[in-house]
């Protein structure tokens, strides 16, 4: 079984009697542990795509099974917690809260998790060092450069030990170096048996990642190399 | 969820925006401190007139008043006699509802001297010892009169602290307490003899201040430290408290035979009492006790009712009224300056979601329940209303400063635990109810909808 299960979804938005398909009948299974690029064309779907797979968005039609359980059947209580605890979300615009400095916004899934004072500073602090901001702490959002700002988003994804890391556009605020830098961090990630998946419209980007899933006109195109992708894979087993 | 760093980053959030937050917070320090503030002056209102009420003898006192023979018995009118021991003896053999009984014969016009200094008592009068009881007064130093006093009508007197602070000199100014008995002085030119002093009865506020002025005195030791003070105490404390430390006593008799019997203005010697005060036995049983005492009188004055009841039941009433108003008016005004205040957080709050929809967004997708996000908008609102409240007590505080600098009277507004405790108990209520709203919209925000918020 796979981690992800997507069977016939579709995203339809109505604007004006005009129909919009975001996402026009989309099946796709994502097994635990792999490194995945979704890819496509500006308007083609992807963060849509996204936002389901992260249970921030719900599919107009169809179902998605997280882990074996059915995402559409979830109260709003239940898919806050899959949020909390299983997936981490980075964004393109790094989203971090510009009044808390950088441990507070690390510590800030732990709040909503519950975990107590002392261990949520230790782990955001172990996470910060993590992807080597241990040295910023008390740094505002506003004084850290793009770069390390999308690492604090990182640390604040990886906090709460999610399986699945689900990236919108991660690098397409930063440039190449940095990217590169941030990218690097996703493999690692990915190498500790995490399930990662990138959002892109950049193939080179897209090419580090050993499957790739291209979206047109809210469809899926192909699924280039999967297959062989699927046995380059390391045999990561993940608990 | 934890209340702690919920109130953290609601703190955050109002730092980030101190102005505004000042702002709207002004709504909620003005009602705040008008609450705290009308109640301070009524309480002041409150204990101004109870101390009032007590130095004038208490609850209980009633005075046996004289009044014109009514028209129906207007051809008796020259047969009314007038208040006098007849009357006293009567009362207290025949009526047991009353507990006291106190006769006065008031000397008009008096001055007490004592060598080149002389004052005008605000009471002398000629009375029985039973005015201790009725009056409320308390020995400092000496004693009362006694049978023998009466018997002999002894030139004696028992004074107020303020005829000895006149005549020998107030202890602030001249740094000793003189203890006048055994001394003598002139009562229009008669010579009396103090055996008494009674004790300085004072406002609360006054009490306090002596105690501060005393200390203070005391730590900077030395003769000619810093200005001295010069203004008196004798005004200070209001009319009532005035009044009853310059009393002159001396013994009914005396006053009888040294200064009426000899005739009044126009010659003819007057045995009427000036006052008959009587103190019930229980409140409750007021009516049957008058009742009684107006049965002996009757009696007495051979059916001309030349006499009347006069209770403090009116001013009790009239005082309970007058609170209950100022209650009611301070509370109308603390009530509108609060909604007001609770208004302007409610609309502060709306502004502050929509700036922060992606932040809302963006904690949702982190993990935070619709609840969460609701105790953390309601939270911040309170807590706005609660900084608000704690500003307004401070406020209140300034306020009845100046009021005080304003009307300094005897009715020193005191600033209740009670009223500033019900105040932020009220503010807080104000925060949760207009966090409400913005709280539910915010709960409701949709993810993705906060996360494409531009
Ligand atoms: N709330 C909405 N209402 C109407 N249409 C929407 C809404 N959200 C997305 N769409 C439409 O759905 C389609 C897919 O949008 P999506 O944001 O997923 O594209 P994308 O692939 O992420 O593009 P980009 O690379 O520019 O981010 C677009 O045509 C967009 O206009
Ligand atoms: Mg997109």
């Given at each position: 079984m796979?981690?992800?299960?997507?069977?016939?979804?579709?995203?339809?938005?109505?604007?004006?009697?005009?129909?919009?398909?975001?996402?026009?009948?989309?099946?796709?299974?994502?097994?635990?542990?792999?490194?995945?690029?979704?890819?496509?064309?500006?308007?083609?779907?992807?963060s849509?795509?996204?936002?389901?797979?992260?249970?921030?968005?719900s599919p107009s039609l169809g179902s998605i099974k997280l882990d074996g359980t059915e995402i559409g059947k979830a109260t709003q209580r239940e898919l806050a917690q899959i949020r909390n605890r299983k997936i981490g979300f980075v964004f393109q615009?790094?989203?971090?809260?510009?009044?808390?400095?950088?441990v507070q916004n690390v510590e800030l899934p732990m709040i909503y998790s519950g975990v107590g004072g002392r261990e949520r500073r230790e782990r955001s602090v172990r996470s910060l060092e993590l992807v080597e901001l241990g040295h910023r702490l008390r740094s505002r959002p506003n004084q850290l450069s793009g770069g390390q700002q999308?690492?604090?988003?990182?640390?604040?994804?990886?906090?709460?030990?999610?399986?699945?890391?689900?990236a919108d556009e991660p690098t397409g605020n930063l440039d190449t170096h940095t990217g590169e830098v941030i990218l690097a961090l996703f493999r690692r990630l990915s190498e500790e048996g995490r399930t990662v998946i990138l959002v892109t419209h950049?193939?080179?980007?897209?090419?580090?990642?050993?499957?790739?899933?291209?979206?047109?006109?809210?469809?899926?195109?192909?699924?280039?190399?999967?297959?062989?992708?699927?046995?380059?894979?390391?045999?990561?087993?993940?608990? | 969820m934890l209340l702690f760093n919920t109130i953290l980053i609601g703190l955050k959030e109002i730092w980030s925006h101190k102005f505004r937050s000042l702002l709207t917070m002004f709504g909620v320090v003005l009602g705040v401190a008008s609450l705290v503030g009308m109640s301070a002056v009524i309480k002041g209102m409150e204990n101004g007139m109870k101390e009032a009420m007590v130095a004038m003898g208490g609850a209980d006192k009633v005075l046996l008043r004289s009044q014109p023979v009514p028209a129906?018995?207007?051809?008796?009118?020259?047969?009314?006699?007038?208040?006098?021991?007849?009357?006293?003896?009567?009362?207290?053999?025949?009526?047991?509802?009353?507990?006291?009984?106190?006769?006065?014969?008031?000397?008009?016009?008096?001055?007490?001297?004592?060598?080149?200094?002389?004052?005008?008592?605000?009471?002398?009068?000629?009375?029985?010892?039973?005015?201790?009881?009725?009056?409320?007064?308390?020995?400092?130093?000496?004693?009362?009169?006694?049978?023998?006093?009466?018997?002999?009508?002894?030139?004696?007197?028992?004074?107020?602290?303020?005829?000895?602070?006149?005549?020998?000199?107030?202890?602030?100014?001249?740094?000793v307490e003189i203890n006048p008995v055994g001394e003598r002085i002139l009562l229009n030119g008669q010579p009396f003899t103090i055996v008494g002093m009674f004790v300085r009865y004072m406002s609360e506020k006054e009490a306090k201040e002596r105690l501060l002025a005393k200390q203070l005195s005391k730590t900077e030791a030395g003769p000619s430290s810093g200005p001295k003070r010069q203004k008196g105490w004798e005004r200070k404390?209001?009319?009532?408290?005035?009044?009853?430390?310059?009393?002159?006593?001396?013994?009914?008799?005396?006053?009888?035979?040294?200064?009426?019997s000899a005739g009044d203005l126009s010659g003819v010697p007057d045995p009427r009492l000036s006052n008959i005060d009587i103190k019930v036995r229980d409140l409750e049983l007021l009516e049957p006790a008058l009742q009684q005492a107006r049965n002996v009188m009757?009696?007495?004055?051979?059916?001309?009712?030349?006499?009347?009841?006069?209770?403090?039941?009116?001013?009790?009433e009239s005082i309970a009224k007058q609170i209950k108003n100022a209650r009611l008016s301070g509370g109308i005004i603390a009530g509108i300056s609060l909604l007001v205040g609770g208004i302007g957080i409610m609309n502060i709050m709306l502004a502050s979601i929509n700036e922060r929809v992606r932040e809302i967004g963006t904690c949702k997708a982190l993990g935070a329940t619709g609840v969460d996000v609701f105790v953390q908008i309601v939270v911040e609102s309170v807590v706005l209303a609660l900084l608000g409240a704690i500003t307004g007590v401070g406020a209140s505080y300034l306020l009845v400063d100046f009021l005080i600098v304003l009307s300094p009277t005897s009715n020193t507004p005191v600033i209740t635990p009670v009223a500033m405790v019900l105040s932020v108990v009220f503010s807080a209520a104000v925060g949760v109810v207009a966090g409400l709203l913005p709280a539910i919209k915010a709960a409701r925000l949709e993810p993705i909808q906060a996360l494409r918020y531009e």
């Open positions: 796979a981690l992800l299960e997507l069977r016939n979804i579709s995203k339809i938005y109505h604007l004006g009697g005009e129909e919009i398909r975001a996402l026009d009948d989309v099946s796709l299974d994502i097994d635990a542990g792999e490194f995945v690029s979704i890819i496509g064309p500006s308007g083609s779907g992807k849509t795509l996204m936002h389901i797979l992260g249970c921030l968005d615009f790094f989203n971090l809260l510009p009044k808390l400095n950088v999308q690492r604090v988003a990182i640390a604040r994804a990886l906090v709460n030990d999610p399986r699945i890391i689900l950049n193939p080179e980007i897209a090419a580090v990642t050993p499957r790739k899933i291209e979206i047109r006109n809210g469809k899926v195109a192909t699924k280039l190399g999967e297959k062989l992708a699927g046995l380059e894979r390391r045999p990561t087993p993940v608990s | 129906h018995q207007d051809h008796l009118a020259d047969q009314a006699p007038g208040r006098t021991m007849r009357d006293v003896e009567a009362l207290r053999r025949s009526a047991p509802l009353l507990r006291l009984v106190s006769p006065e014969m008031a000397l008009e016009e008096v001055t007490v001297t004592r060598g080149d200094k002389s004052i005008q008592p605000g009471e002398c009068a000629g009375v029985q010892p039973e005015v201790l009881g009725m009056n409320l007064h308390t020995l400092e130093h000496g004693r009362f009169f006694n049978e023998v006093d009466e018997e002999n009508a002894s030139a004696v007197c028992v004074i107020g602290v303020g005829i000895r602070d006149v005549l020998f000199g107030a202890p602030e100014k001249i740094g404390g209001g009319w009532a408290f005035w009044s009853k430390n310059s009393t002159v006593y001396i013994p009914l008799n005396t006053a009888w035979v040294r200064f009426r009757m009696l007495t004055h051979h059916g001309i009712e030349d006499f009347q009841f006069q209770t403090q039941e009116n001013q009790i």
